[in-house]
């Protein structure tokens, strides 16, 4: 199976770079043979986490051949119910963050878990510009008039470059070197991993976009970077348009910004044309909840007295 294999050099390379244990984990349900399955990830303490720069837990829901609604609905219960069940012996502040096509939690909410909606914008592949904004399109012609060009890459030297151009700026680190993102590409293959790069009139890489699948049907958007000189330029839109036009022509079905949950971040990504989609984050109740209450409280009240 494509997915159980990519997962598996998922977990290669996340065991090398982060130190995690990793392990494909199973929750049949008891009256069919409708499973969930995912590739879960444990610290150093043995905790159940979710390492940097992964959107979502690698998850899979396999229900028995039916076109029956309600089949569906109970199998999936059952599932959920059989992985709660594994999460509570753990005994342990847990959290689980599922991809955006898990749309119902209530058995997690029902068992007195915490869930959290968060979005994200995908798009269906195959891919047309004219779903994008006139302000994206006027940003990628800006960029092939000022002579960018952007293209597949396999040097991830070149990617590299890009992202110290975006932590230079930011203030900040992906924490992955170059021989990180060269793990990641060669075991993951051409297909799953693609990396895309725009390139300066003069050929120096100024902005970078790496596309990761772990199921050979849905890419997500694992990182982007850029040089700041080269940002008013249109160098992400190009960059970006090219991911999708090569998507759309290997065949995969959606592609997902994989985030939209910081106002800034999320306005450059609905000018794609996507559709907003909820995921969940589930966690288990605990004193943080306290801490988090009062959090979000001040910040209500700080935005009350601001305008809209």
């Not at 829901?61 to 029956?68: A, C, E, L, S």
């Not at 798009?123 to 779903?131: A, G, H, I, T």
């Not at 060009?149 to 991830?156: G, K, N, V």
């Amino acid at each position: 199976m494509e997915t159980l294999n990519l997962w598996e050099k998922w977990a290669v390379f996340h065991a090398q770079k982060w130190g995690c244990d990793t392990r494909v984990a199973r929750w049949e349900a008891p009256n069919s043979s409708a499973r969930g399955e995912a590739l879960v990830f444990f610290n150093r303490k043995g905790h159940l986490y979710l390492p940097p720069l992964n959107p979502y837990h690698p998850f899979s829901f396999y229900p028995t051949p039916t076109d029956k609604q309600y089949k569906l609905n109970r199998q999936w219960h059952e599932a959920a119910k059989a992985m709660i069940l594994e999460m509570l012996k753990a005994q342990r502040i847990t959290s689980f963050v599922f991809p955006p096509d898990i749309t119902d939690v209530r058995p997690f909410v029902w068992s007195g878990y915490i869930a959290e909606v968060k979005y994200t914008f995908i798009v269906k592949l195959p891919y047309s510009l004219d779903q994008a904004s006139t302000e994206i399109r006027a940003k990628i012609k800006k960029a092939t008039a000022a002579g960018y060009r952007s293209a597949l890459t396999q040097d991830m030297g070149e990617v590299y470059q890009c992202l110290e151009g975006t932590e230079t700026r930011q203030g900040f680190s992906h924490h992955l070197t170059r021989q990180d993102l060269e793990l990641a590409q060669s075991l993951l293959g051409d297909q799953a991993f693609r990396a895309y790069v725009c390139y300066a009139p003069d050929g120096e890489p100024v902005s970078t976009s790496v596309i990761v699948s772990l199921d050979g049907r849905r890419a997500f958007g694992w990182i982007a970077a850029s040089k700041t000189e080269h940002l008013n330029y249109g160098v992400v839109q190009q960059s970006q348009s090219l991911a999708l036009q090569d998507l759309s022509n290997l065949g995969f079905a959606e592609f997902d910004f994989a985030g939209a949950n910081i106002p800034t971040i999320a306005y450059s990504k609905t000018n794609w044309g996507g559709q907003v989609t909820p995921y969940y984050l589930i966690r288990s109740p605990g004193m943080k909840e306290i801490l988090r209450a009062g959090l979000h409280w001040l910040r209500f009240i700080r935005n009350s007295h601001q305008p809209l």
